[in-house]
């Protein structure tokens, strides 16, 4: 297992949010889910957005959007009586648990963290989490920071109507937005503040598509305040729009700006949902080399054997559902040592060897 630093988690534990009834994993730097459709892969990733909406002090408005709490609780509170959940920080650690009431809202029945020398009871009967309220500034501050600068990436959406293809406000580039739509104010900020990384990013994207030159980055005419995704094919001089990049390329552009923009600009955790769609196999490999590079911690969701077999077994959890149930494990090296020798991880996945796969 790779390294984290204490800034990045170091173990989780869930229960009963959606399909993940129970669920205690040690994380390390790289983090590699893999299972088939519907196994809670995406449940996971979601909990994420949960914790950082929790932290925003926005946990009844998540809920709200989600449907009710029934829709986060394990098949419903008729199930469930309660979500509680722990985050761990090498030794320190923030837990919470979380009942729902009768206008389906979460409540607070338990929230607690300890950090270095604090340790904190933060009381119950809260809608909102109380940590800045309760612990000391410093701290608070600390905490709340690390998680809410979380990014859960998803860049599924490549349709002609997708945020990333329209104009957008140039000055939105305090951080990468998770569906990319601020892609250009972002670049457009690396060009002029970042230019080393900047370049890495067009000469990483330039291994995937040659044809890319640079992109063509600009207030617009109309309107100083905002900015649209222009680029050159190299050696013209005919700026072309986002909607004349294929599906692929416009998604591995936003994949490049994550994981090479400026190491003080990126979360310490980040987190992409099967980035591998319309991926070429040789797009797959770059992206690969680069999770594997960044000083950050990385968890992905994948169903791509490609993805996969760029990966150390201990790098990889597996996802299974049974009964209703989705539950989470690291593979163990040590147990696929004979198999290793013989056959890829891909193909162990394959073959049903590691987990993974559908199951009745």
Known sequence: MTQINDKQL???VIKSFKSIADCNLSLSRLNVLIGSNGAGKSNFIGFFRMVQQLFDENLQVFVSRQGSSDALLHFGRKTT???????WFG??????????????????TKESLRWGLTNEELGKGHFETVVRKNVPAAISNHIVSLITQWRVYHFHDTSDTAYVK???????????RPDARNLASFLYLLRENYPASYQKIVKTIRLVAPFFGEFYLRPSPQNQDVIELEW????????FKAYLL?????????????????DILQPETILVD????????????????????????VIVSTQSVELLNEFDAS????????????????????????????????????KNIVGGRPSR
């Open 10 to 12: 170091s173990r989780i």
């Open 274 to 297: 099967e980035p591998e769609l319309g991926l070429h196999p040789y797009a797959i490999t770059i992206l690969a080399s680069l999770m594997r590079a960044t000083s950050k911690q």
């Open 81 to 87: 009586e309660q979500l509680k959940f722990e985050l």
């Open 315 to 350: 790098d990889v959890i597996v996802v299974d559902r049974c009964q209703g149930k989705s539950s989470l494990r690291r593979l163990l090296t040590h147990d696929l040592v004979e198999w290793l020798e013989d056959y890829s991880l891909g193909e162990l996945w394959k």
């Open 232 to 239: 050159f094919e190299l050696g013209q001089d005919i700026p």
């Open 166 to 176: 329209q104009a957008h406000n140039i000055n939105d580039n305090a951080y990468l």
């Open 91 to 108: 030794d320190n650690y923030y837990m919470a648990t979380l009942e729902p009431t009768q206008d389906n809202r979460l409540m607070f």
């Open 246 to 262: 294929s599906d692929g390329t416009l998604r591995f552009m936003c994949l490049a700006t994550v994981f090479l923009q400026p």
